[in-house]
């Protein structure tokens, strides 16, 4: 059983930064996709970055490219999310995603354990 439980999230003002962390049960090393995702109401799920290929690989959605990274330490299991240079539309409920897999997942169908998700909220 897969299990994720995202912390971090907050407030902060637009080009402040945050750090998100999913506690998780599995990790890239041993052969998993790990992702984030982040939603706001009424829409749709948004990728926003994957680390895979046993997490030698990082890849990330053009609008947080440069001012997000994606990490894991192996050692705990911790999947991260640091996120700089935060602006108003970044505000969303971030979820960290895991799969079995060694290829690049970008698609929230494509992933089959979820965490609960973490607030992150930027004003102006």
């Known amino acids: 059983q897969v299990q994720l439980v995202e912390s971090g999230g907050g407030s902060v003002q637009a080009g402040g930064s945050l750090r998100l962390s999913c506690a998780a049960s599995?990790?890239?090393?041993?052969?998993?996709?790990m992702a984030w995702f982040r939603q706001t109401p009424g829409k749709e799920r948004e990728w926003v970055a994957v680390l895979y290929a046993g997490g030698r690989r990082t890849y990330y959605s053009e609008s947080v490219e440069g001012r997000f990274t994606i990490s894991q330490d192996n050692a705990s299991n911790t999947l991260y999310l640091q996120m700089n240079a935060l602006k108003p539309e970044d505000t969303a409920m971030y979820y960290c995603?895991?799969?079995?897999?060694?290829?690049?997942?970008?698609?929230?169908?494509?992933?089959?354990?979820w965490g609960q998700g973490t607030q992150v909220t930027v004003s102006s």
């Open positions: 995603a895991a799969e079995s897999g060694w290829i690049l997942r970008v698609r929230a169908e494509q992933y089959n354990h």
């Open positions: 599995v990790n890239t090393a041993s052969g998993n996709c």
